[in-house]
């Protein structure tokens, strides 16, 4: 009779689709009889049985249920997909292109300059003024006055005051004082199988971590791959930030998924990452410190150290507003003693910069700036050219 009740219900079944729920409920009403069958698990496998059919169709594994899944309540949204990378323009050329931007912020001093040299009388006190307006401009006050001695000599040697003679000493003096000769190329080029590693250190506020994105940007539009490693793990949206750019122009990017995560371990994966990826540049972005701060300044010192057991620091950039004139110079001497500072990043040069600033930092720290900003746009970040940048002062 039991047997009968079975071979009823397991039609009921098909005919009715109910499912294994259903199957499964009519055999707990045949307990007695699942309980015989010793050769299927005896009575534990039937009181698994409701538990275990749900759970098998719900990883997805092979069972005895043969039912459809349920279907969902809410339609699955599509998979997300990155936007595609975009493809940057060379570096070649863009302070000559961005020169127009430079040159509404720079021509001021250019001017006053200028018509400071052609006027009729060149007197102590306008020599003076000429000076004042050096100094102001940010240029420092040893660069200044020698510029000014040797205005003043090729003046009277030259006997003349028209605008155009003056204009063309004072482009060769100032080009002399950014310099000519220095050695502005990033040192970017693989080691073998290592990648070149680039570290970016600098204070908040500086434009920092934009600038490493421009960096990548300018890199990849050059045609070399590049990873980026998001150190920078005392700011919460910094390695968001970095992120953003890296999908945005096609570099990968290694990142702690915690915050307050160790920088130099960071730092360190980024660049084994880097070695096993075979990409050309490895670009760590740093926390931004206060130059006061010694515990923070001594681990940026750590994060150069760990990287230089596996790769070599090709290049050392320290990111300085411009528009922070001798502020910014304090700080550029700390952070060169700290970690050797190959080259400057001076952004915000389109502001309310002065130009003399370039000369001052260099002074300062015997290095070059390397790259200049701008503005915000995404291809704003440019080499550093001297003659475009003094024709852009001058307006020649």
């Known amino acids: ?7 009823i219900a397991v039609v009921v079944v098909v005919v009715g689709g109910g499912g294994t729920t259903l199957l499964v409920r009519s055999r707990r009403s045949a307990r007695p009889a699942v309980g015989r069958d010793t050769g299927r698990g005896g009575a534990t496998t039937a009181q698994a049985g409701p538990v275990s059919a749900p759970r098998t169709a719900e990883r997805g594994e092979a069972g005895t249920s043969t ?13 997300r997909t990155a936007p595609p990378a975009e493809k940057p323009p060379p570096s ?7 020169r ?9 001093l250019g001017g006053a300059l200028l018509g ?7 007197d102590d006190q306008t020599w003076e003024e000429v000076e004042d307006t050096l100094i102001t401009a940010d240029m420092g006050v040893a660069p200044a006055r020698q510029l000014v001695e040797e205005l003043r000599t090729d003046v009277k040697v030259e006997g003349t005051r ?4 003056v204009r063309s000493l004072l482009r060769t003096l100032l080009l002399e004082q950014v310099g000519t000769d220095m050695d502005r190329s990033l040192h970017t080029a693989r080691h073998g199988d290592r990648p070149a590693v680039v570290l970016v250190v600098g204070v908040n506020g500086t434009g920092k971590t934009t600038t490493v ?17 998001a150190a920078d793990t005392f700011r919460a949206a910094a390695a968001d930030q970095l992120q953003t750019w890296g999908d945005r122009v096609g570099a990968q990017t290694i990142r702690s998924d915690r915050e307050g995560a160790d920088p130099a371990s960071v730092a360190f994966d980024a660049v084994n990452a880097g070695i096993e990826r075979g990409v050309d540049v490895v670009i760590v972005d740093t926390a931004g410190r206060l130059h006061t701060k010694t515990g923070l300044m001594d681990e940026l010192g750590k994060i150069k150290r760990v990287i230089s057991r596996h790769a070599t620091v090709d290049e050392v950039l320290l990111v300085l507003d411009a528009t922070t004139g001798q502020n910014g110079l304090r700080q550029a001497r700390v952070f060169a003693e700290v970690v050797d500072v190959t080259g400057v990043v001076l952004t915000k040069l389109d502001g309310t910069a002065k130009g003399g600033i370039v000369v001052a930092v260099q002074r300062e720290l015997g290095v070059p700036v390397k790259l200049v900003g701008l503005g915000e746009g995404p291809d704003d970040l440019a080499p550093f050219e001297p003659e475009a940048f003094v024709d852009a002062i001058i307006g020649t």
């Open 67 to 79: 039912a459809p899944p349920l279907e969902p309540d809410i339609a699955t949204p599509p998979a």
């Open 92 to 98: 070649a050329g863009r302070l000559v292109r961005l």
């Open 1 to 7: 009779m039991l047997e009968l009740i079975i071979i």
């Open 100 to 108: 127009s931007r430079l040159a509404r912020s720079q021509s001021a």
């Open 116 to 122: 400071l040299l052609s006027s009729d009388r060149l």
């Open 162 to 165: 028209d605008t155009e003679s």
């Open 213 to 229: 994105g421009k960096l990548a940007r300018v890199l990849i539009g050059d045609g070399q791959t590049v990873l980026l490693g």
